[in-house]
């Protein structure tokens, strides 16, 4: 069945260093896609979102990049803080009708050594 | 500025009660959402409602029961409550399509014995 998942459950980085966590995703039909950061006892937290007609886009610390070729797409952190240990979570929006339904991958867990 | 509120924040029944998990929005969206998160697993979208007066069911709807109550609140009810429903539950909401993302309340913790 259709599915996104990420590679890794559990990322270890030093404090400064870059971070990249990936995500595999198999319905070719998605064009949305957003990653969410979930800290300890609460819920996802919108990081940065892409569609399928951009390949990178950039927020402050955090850049995505999208390749739909081989239907993957990476969230990349640069200068890693503690403040970043969360899980991550890729997801697609699916078109529902007037709604967009969002489907999670299973999460990757950062930890930034300091 | 709450967004998103959900209570109770946590809960333990017995197998067989039932309860309604509350939801409520403040920033006039269309879209509400429930989730439920298991652990090591990402969130698994239960029951929605696209707009005022619509439900329909997620990817795992089995032994749950929603209503929209009006464009602000939306409920989800177990009947019988099952130890293979102690989750974690989200509620979330989205503008009109879900384009501009989702905002999700703070989870509650629901233990089934």
């Known amino acids: 069945g259709e599915s996104v998942g990420l590679h890794l459950p559990t990322l270890s980085v030093q404090e400064g260093d870059n971070s990249i966590i990936n995500c595999a995703y198999s319905?070719?039909?998605?064009?949305?896609f957003i990653w969410y950061k979930q800290e300890s006892g609460k819920g996802p937290q919108f990081i940065i979102d892409?569609?399928?007609?951009?390949d990178k886009r950039q927020g402050q610390r955090v850049t995505v990049l999208l390749n739909k070729t081989v239907k993957h797409l990476s969230l990349q952190i640069a200068a890693t803080q503690p403040g970043d240990s969360a899980v991550y979570f890729c997801?697609?929006?699916?078109?529902?009708?007037?709604?967009?339904?969002?489907?999670f991958g299973q999460g990757t867990t950062l930890q930034v050594k300091p | 500025n709450a967004g998103v509120t959900q209570t109770p924040k946590f809960q333990v029944l017995k197998t067989g009660q039932s309860m309604t998990l509350q939801c409520a929005q403040d920033?006039?969206?269309?879209?509400m959402y429930w989730y439920r998160q298991d652990p090591g697993m990402g969130l698994r979208l239960i029951y929605y409602?696209?707009?005022?007066?619509?439900?329909d069911k997620g990817e795992v709807p089995n032994g749950y029961n929603v209503s929209r109550l009006n464009k602000r609140e939306f409920s989800l009810r177990l009947e019988s409550a099952a130890p293979s429903q102690t989750s974690v539950y989200f509620c979330?909401?989205?503008?009109?399509?879900?384009?501009?993302?989702?905002?999700f309340g703070s989870g509650t913790r629901l233990t089934v014995v």
């Open positions: 979330a909401s989205s503008e009109y399509g879900g384009d501009y993302g989702y905002t």
């Open positions: 997801a697609e929006i699916r078109s529902s009708g007037n709604t967009g339904k969002l489907i």
């Open positions: 409602s696209a707009s005022e007066g619509t439900t």
């Open positions: 920033m006039n969206h269309n879209s």
């Open positions: 892409i569609r399928s007609n951009m």
């Open positions: 319905n070719s039909a998605s064009d949305y």
